[in-house]
């Protein structure tokens, strides 16, 4: 398994899908996960994508296969995006492609912010407004997943997530899959990075943004959404119907699709 040195011994995996004519020098799409996810939540995507660009999944520090982080560690924006930054330099690739669902979402909109000449377009799937839930909130949240443990979490909100039309199969798939996630990493970084305000960053945003949400999503309605992409001047938001609000794992195929549409139309020269 593919896994990235970083400092102070963490090891960062993340895997490569590449199926372009070898012949060619394809654009590469960096795909970052959610909460509680990993480079497996975008088995949906894989195949809509590969055959024409490089994808590249990682894992981020504290989830998946990369290593868990105490329950103390400091996180920031800064230091997850310099991971992937620290990821893209180590595979050679200069100018990319970025999409984040969930988290990933807020967390990229800060990304392509503070790191424009790395971040060709951005694309933001599900995720959340800016600013999210305030302190108590927060703290009932870490206290929820630290004494009731993440299958309790997950299965209490898999409703909102998936919606009321994703297979009984396919939920409980989702809820034992963000289950394994290493608690102390999850208490940690519900705490800091799952409620972070970036409402700084949106005007900074300069690429083409492409944003997809639901017409019910339980994050934030379709105006509440609108509201901060026509902060960006080249965005465009696609809404689809249902009530998922994690739009990337109920509709891979129409969310590829149109990320596919989107990158086709900017590409890197």
């Not at 919606?163 to 996630?181: C, D, H, L």
Request: hydrophobic share 40%; proline share 7%.
């Amino acid at each position: 398994m593919p896994k990235l040195q970083l400092p102070q011994g963490v090891e960062l995996f993340f895997a490569v899908d590449d199926y372009t004519d070898p012949w060619t020098t394809p654009e590469t799409i960096l795909l970052c996960h959610g909460n509680n996810e990993s480079h497996r939540a975008w088995y949906g995507w894989v195949p809509h994508l590969a055959r024409h660009y490089r994808v590249v999944r990682p894992d981020m520090r504290g989830f998946g296969d990369s290593t868990p982080m105490p329950r103390d560690f400091s996180w920031t924006l800064d230091i997850v995006i310099d991971d992937y930054v620290r990821l893209m330099d180590h595979l050679g690739i200069d100018k990319f492609h970025l999409v984040g669902a969930k988290i990933g979402g807020v967390i990229n909109r800060a990304f392509a912010a503070r790191k424009p000449d790395r971040v060709h377009t951005l694309t933001v799937v599900g995720s959340p407004p800016p600013v999210r839930a305030d302190a108590a909130t927060r703290a009932a949240r870490v206290r929820e997943v630290e004494e009731q443990g993440i299958a309790h979490w997950a299965r209490r909100s898999m409703g909102a997530r998936l919606g009321s039309q994703f297979p009984k199969a396919g939920v409980e798939w989702w809820i034992n899959y963000m289950a394994r996630t290493d608690m102390a990493s999850e208490a940690g970084f519900a705490g800091t990075i799952n409620f972070s305000d970036i409402s700084a960053d949106i005007p900074n945003i300069r690429c083409p943004m492409l944003v997809i949400t639901t017409q019910e999503s339980g994050l934030a309605s379709v105006e509440q959404t609108r509201a901060w992409q026509q902060q960006v001047p080249q965005s465009e938001l696609v809404v689809l119907p249902g009530d998922s609000f994690h739009a990337a794992a109920t509709d891979p195929d129409a969310c590829a699709r149109a990320l596919l549409d989107f990158v086709r139309r900017h590409p890197i020269l």
